[in-house]
C-alpha cells in the first residue's frame, strides 16, 4: 500500500503544475487581449462615443425636464401678474369706495346737523314730575336771560338721554324753536349762564359730539365753539400764533 501512494504522487504534482501554467498563460492572454484593444483607436473611439451618448441623452432628458418646469414657473408667474393686476384693481375700488363713504357720511351728517339748526339742549335744570318743559324753557329764558318769547316760540321741547348725565339726576331738555332767529338770540346770551349750573349748547349730531370732545382734548386747542353745527377750534400754533380752523372731519384734528 505504501509503494502505491508514492507511486501517485508525481502525477498529482504534475496535474498541480500544469493547471497553474494554463492560469498563468489565460492570465498573458487575457493582457495582452486587454493592452491590445486598449491600444485599438477604434475601440477608444467606440467607448467614448458610446460614453458620449449616454451622456447627451442624461443631458437631453434634463433639459426637457428643465424647459417643463421654465414653463410652468412663466405660466405662474404670468397668473401671479395677473392676479396683482386684480389686488391692485380692487384696492383701487375699495379706496374709491371708502373715499365717496367717507363723503357721503359726511353729507349726511350735515344733512342732519341741518335738520337740527333751531334745536337746543339745556342741561342743569331740575326735572319735576309732571312738569310741562315749554313753560320751564319760557321760565329760564325770561328769569336768567332776559330774554321773553310768546308760547308759538317753541315748535316742541322735552327731556332726552338717561338721568343724571348732569351729575344730578337731570335729564337734558331739547328744545326746538319755530324760528333760526329765536335759537339765535338765546344762544348769543347764554353766556350770562356762566358760573351757574345751567348749560346750553347746541343741539349736535352724535358724530359731531364726537368731533367736539376729541377737538377740546387737544393739546394745541385753547378753546372751541360750535356755530350752526360747525366745529371752531382756536389752536395754538408752536411760535405761539392763535388762529381758528373749521373741524368737519377726524383728519382735521390730525393736521392740527
Not at 320751564?136 to 329764558?141: F, H, I, Q
Given at each position: 500500500?505504501?509503494?502505491?501512494s508514492?507511486?501517485?504522487?508525481?502525477?498529482?504534482?504534475?496535474?498541480?503544475?500544469?493547471?497553474?501554467?494554463r492560469d498563468?498563460t489565460?492570465?498573458?492572454?487575457?493582457?495582452?487581449?486587454?493592452?491590445?484593444?486598449?491600444?485599438?483607436?477604434k475601440?477608444?473611439e467606440?467607448?467614448?462615443?458610446?460614453?458620449?451618448n449616454?451622456?447627451?441623452?442624461?443631458?437631453?432628458?434634463?433639459?426637457?425636464?428643465l424647459?417643463?418646469?421654465?414653463?410652468?414657473?412663466?405660466?405662474?408667474?404670468?397668473?401671479?401678474?395677473?392676479?396683482?393686476?386684480?389686488?391692485r384693481?380692487?384696492a383701487?375700488?375699495?379706496?374709491?369706495?371708502?373715499?365717496?363713504?367717507?363723503d357721503?357720511?359726511?353729507?349726511?351728517?350735515d344733512?342732519?346737523?341741518?335738520s337740527?339748526?333751531?334745536?337746543?339742549?339745556?342741561?342743569?335744570?331740575?326735572?319735576?314730575?309732571?312738569?310741562?318743559t315749554?313753560?320751564?324753557?319760557?321760565?329760564?329764558?325770561?328769569e336768567?336771560?332776559?330774554i321773553?318769547?310768546?308760547?308759538?316760540?317753541?315748535?316742541?321741547?322735552?327731556?332726552?338721554?338717561?338721568?343724571?348725565?348732569?351729575?344730578?339726576?337731570?335729564?337734558?331738555i331739547?328744545?326746538?324753536?319755530?324760528?333760526?332767529?329765536?335759537k339765535?338770540?338765546?344762544?348769543?346770551a347764554?353766556?350770562?349762564?356762566?358760573?351757574t349750573?345751567v348749560?346750553?349748547?347746541?343741539?349736535?349730531?352724535?358724530?359731531?359730539?364726537?368731533?367736539?370732545?376729541?377737538?377740546?382734548?387737544?393739546?394745541?386747542?385753547?378753546?372751541?365753539w360750535?356755530?350752526?353745527?360747525?366745529?371752531?377750534?382756536?389752536?395754538?400754533?408752536?411760535?405761539?400764533?392763535?388762529?381758528?380752523?373749521?373741524?368737519?372731519?377726524?383728519?382735521?384734528?390730525?393736521?392740527?
Open positions: 500500500m505504501a509503494s502505491r508514492t507511486r501517485k504522487t508525481p502525477a498529482v504534482t504534475r496535474q498541480r503544475k500544469d493547471s497553474a501554467n498563468e489565460v492570465a498573458e492572454v487575457s493582457t495582452l487581449v486587454t493592452d491590445g484593444l486598449l491600444k485599438s483607436d475601440l477608444r467606440l467607448i467614448h462615443q458610446t460614453v458620449t449616454a451622456i447627451e441623452t442624461k443631458l437631453e432628458s434634463l433639459i426637457d425636464r424647459d417643463t418646469q421654465e414653463a410652468r414657473l412663466f405660466e405662474l408667474e404670468q397668473q401671479l401678474e395677473h392676479k396683482e393686476q386684480e389686488i384693481y380692487l383701487g375700488q375699495v379706496q374709491g369706495a371708502c373715499g365717496n363713504l367717507a357721503q357720511n359726511i353729507v349726511l351728517n344733512l342732519e346737523q341741518y337740527r339748526r333751531t334745536n337746543i339742549r339745556i342741561s342743569g335744570i331740575a326735572e319735576t314730575p309732571e312738569e310741562k315749554d313753560e320751564t324753557v319760557r321760565k329760564l329764558l325770561d336768567k336771560l332776559g321773553t318769547i310768546a308760547e308759538e316760540a317753541i315748535d316742541r321741547s322735552h327731556r332726552v338721554g338717561k338721568p343724571g348725565q348732569d351729575g344730578r339726576g337731570h335729564r337734558a331739547l328744545v326746538k324753536f319755530a324760528s333760526m332767529r329765536t339765535v338770540v338765546v344762544m348769543k347764554r353766556r350770562q349762564l356762566r358760573g349750573s348749560v346750553i349748547r347746541e343741539d349736535l349730531t352724535a358724530e359731531n359730539m364726537k368731533l367736539l370732545n376729541r377737538t377740546r382734548r387737544h393739546e394745541k386747542v385753547k378753546s372751541c360750535t356755530i350752526d353745527g360747525r366745529i371752531i377750534a382756536m389752536v395754538t400754533d408752536t411760535n405761539g400764533i392763535e388762529r381758528k380752523v373749521n373741524i368737519r372731519r377726524h383728519r382735521d384734528i390730525d393736521h392740527l
